[in-house]
Nanobody, 118 residues
Framework: QVHLVESGGGLVQTGASLTLSCAAS????????MAWFRQAPGKDREFVAS????????YYRDSVKGRFTISRDSAKIAVYLTMNTLKIEDTAGYYC???????????WGQGTQVTVSS
């Protein structure tokens, strides 16, 4: 059984930094891709960043480019999201996802809350 465990969320002020972690267990092979999504109250879940396991190609939503960095640890099948210069609009539950193939995301973590205050 696959489990994803996220950690690292918290309450911070605008301009601060946080690093989120997501560790996967139970996978029988390396994933195709891992990603971070987020969901604010009353809004749909949205893509934040992804990293492809075979070649480290990364993608970001426009609003976080230059501020967020996704990275991975292949030895542990873990992914990280370093978030700098946090803004109030970054406030959301952040969820880690694993895609075993190009078809989409198969597994999700329970989420970690990030709250940015002024």
């Amino acid at each position: 059984q696959v489990h994803l465990v996220e950690s690292g969320g918290g309450l911070v002020q605008t301009g601060a930094s946080l690093t989120l972690s997501c560790a996967a267990s139970g996978l029988t092979s390396n994933p195709f891709e891992m990603a971070w999504f987020r969901q604010a109250p009353g809004k749909d879940r949205e893509f934040v960043a992804s990293i492809r396991w075979t070649d480290d190609v990364t993608y970001y939503r426009d609003s976080v480019k230059g501020r967020f960095t996704i990275s991975r640890d292949s030895a542990k099948i873990a992914v990280y999201l370093t978030m700098n210069t946090l803004k109030i609009e970054d406030t959301a539950g952040y969820y880690c996802g694993v895609a075993e193939s190009r078809k989409g995301y198969d597994y999700w973590g329970q989420g970690t809350q990030v709250t940015v205050s002024s």
